[in-house]
T-cell receptor
Framework: AQSVTQPDIHITVSEGASLELRCNYS??????LFWYVQSPGQGLQLLLK??????LVQGIKGFEAEFKRSQSSFNLRKPSVHWSDAAEYFC?????????????FGTGTRLTVIP | DTGVSQDPRHKITKRGQNVTFRCDPI?????LYWYRQTLGQGPEFLTY????????KSRLLSDRFSAERPKGSFSTLEIQRTEQGDSAMYLC?????????FGQGTRLTVV
């Protein structure tokens, strides 16, 4: 079945620690890949996207993600987490480059940052 | 503020009533999208406009749902005969290039 899986519902990290959020997809073709962040009371904000080329993608706020075709994964990383990174993170896949047409989102990972 | 604007931010309605939401995209963005997000879930795609043309519709968009973008600027999403299962956050996004910008959403509660 076609799906986007974020296996971690909730992750807690200490401020300054490194972070990795997992995302796996299952589709016949390799999709375009996105990570979004949603803070309380805020709209979804695009962190980064992968369409083609270099499999290590740099995004905003110091985030990066690596596309691994062999593992059907697109994990999000940050070397040092800040308290302001506490939010819900969504991985999404799509099949065109129009922006947000027919994106399939995972169920999200909630990040808590402790001092 | 030049972001995507949605109105109202919150709506409580009785089951069976009709509701309409409005989305004002970022000026000059020709593409507009509607998504629905229920508690604990990721957003689900509803529909996509390019200018005034509705190019994609999800199967989630039942016959009780209708979306319009009459002049290629703002868009409305109407839900007729609301049901409790319609309770959700309705998100609007717009794009010109490959990056979409989302609004803060309209939270609908059907009682």
């Amino acid at each position: 079945a076609q799906s986007v899986t974020q296996p971690d519902i909730h992750i807690t990290v200490s401020e300054g620690a490194s972070l990795e959020l997992r995302c796996n997809y299952s589709y016949g073709a390799t999709p375009y890949l996105f990570w979004y962040v949603q803070s309380p009371g805020q709209g979804l904000q695009l962190l980064l996207k992968y369409f083609s080329g270099d499999t290590l993608v740099q995004g905003i706020k110091g985030f990066e993600a690596e596309f691994k075709r062999s593992q059907s994964s697109f994990n999000l990383r940050k070397p040092s987490v800040h308290w302001s990174d506490a939010a819900e993170y969504f991985c999404a896949v799509g099949f065109d480059q129009t922006g947000a047409n027919n994106l399939f989102f995972g169920t999200g990972t909630r990040l808590t940052v402790i001092p | 503020d030049t972001g995507v604007s949605q109105d109202p931010r919150h709506k409580i309605t009785k089951r069976g009533q009709n509701v309409t939401f409005r989305c004002d995209p970022i000026s000059e963005h020709n593409r507009l999208y509607w998504y629905r997000q229920t508690l604990g879930q990721g957003p689900e795609f509803l529909t996509y406009f390019q200018n005034e043309a509705q190019l994609e519709k999800s199967r989630l968009l039942s016959d009780r749902f209708s979306a319009e973008r009459p002049k290629g600027s703002f868009s409305t999403l109407e839900i007729q005969r609301t049901e409790q299962g319609d309770s959700a956050m309705y998100l609007c996004a717009s794009s010109l290039g490959t990056q979409a910008f989302f609004g803060q959403g309209t939270r609908l509660t059907v009682v």
